[in-house]
């Protein structure tokens, strides 16, 4: 269990989390018509705390919110400000950050657009994986729940009614065993895990499939192809089936909140030697030591708290 922390931002304001509640009549509550991010802050080997690309979260709510028509006048800046605000007020250091954009009370008709629509950045005190997760990684099983094609672009929205498919299918994985679910689409094609971009490795070729399917392309996702492509492996953003899965050499997932995990079974499956292979093994350790402030970071991706 996570605890929300005490203090959260809500709308302009720094206010205690027990002020904050919503009432049964919420929109959002209903229909998942709104939209969300997440975002980590790492503490620093120097002793600091660092946020993650906190910009590109915050357009990238903004962004979603305006895929959906919901108004929010906060800048990015004021957002990445809030973020700021949230994790100093509550005396954090390794933290999650979720912003949410809902739409209030009191109307549960479809015109969301007679209802206030808020925005509230919560913070949780978080310290993620240990060092031994990080290696041992998780398994994983395709899931039965197939993605639908990416109408209308709203997959690249974070929108919250997406994460139903995302909830179920983990829940399915964790009923049959398995510590996560990767999604394929209606032409048999991977898309994504439920809160994770995947990727494959077939010795030096390090793939993910394209923005074109059912997927969110995650930051961190950006974040390895950049990465992997300064450590000298070819990247490319191509259609991969379940085989190319289960034939690579290393499969891993990437997001915010579980950063790069080892896939090293699917389905029982082992994939390459099933263990914590040399290129996971290696952009892992890059990116963590970017993170915490242990290596130079030349994209200006940490943002001081
Ligand atoms: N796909 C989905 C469905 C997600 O919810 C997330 C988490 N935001 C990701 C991929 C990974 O995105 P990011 O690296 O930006 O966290």
Known sequence: MIEAAETLWLDGELVRSDTARADLLTHTLHYGFGAFDGIRCYRQ?????????????????????????????????????????????????????????????????????????????????????????????????????????????????????????????????????????????????VC???????????????????????????????????LAADLGYEVVERDLGTDDLLGATEVFSTGTASELLPIPEIDGRKIGGGAFGPVTQSLQQTMMDIVRGRAPDPRGWMTPV
């Open 45 to 189: 080997d120097d002793g600091g705390q660092a946020m993650f690309r906190v910009g590109e979260h915050m357009r990238r709510l903004r962004d979603s919110a305006a895929a959906l028509s919901i108004p929010i006048e906060h800048t990015e800046e004021t957002l990445v400000e809030a973020a700021r605000g949230t994790i100093k007020a509550n005396g954090l250091a390794d933290a999650y950050v979720r912003p949410l954009v809902y739409v209030g009370e009191p109307n549960i008709i479809f015109a969301h657009w007679l209802n206030e629509p808020h925005t509230a950045v919560l913070a949780f005190a978080w310290s993620g994986y240990s060092d031994r997760n990080r290696e041992e990684g998780t398994t994983a099983t395709f899931s039965s729940h197939r993605r639908p094609k990416a109408h209308a672009g709203l997959y690249k929205a974070k929108a919250c009614g997406h994460y139903l498919l995302s909830v179920v299918a983990y829940s399915e994985a964790k009923q049959r065993g398995f510590a996560q679910a990767i999604f394929i689409d209606e032409d048999g094609m």
């Open 192 to 226: 994504e895990a439920t809160g994770e971009n995947i990727f494959a490795v077939h010795g030096s070729v390090v793939s993910t499939p394209p923005a074109s399917r059912s997927l969110l392309p995650g930051i961190t996702r950006d974040t390895v192809m950049r």
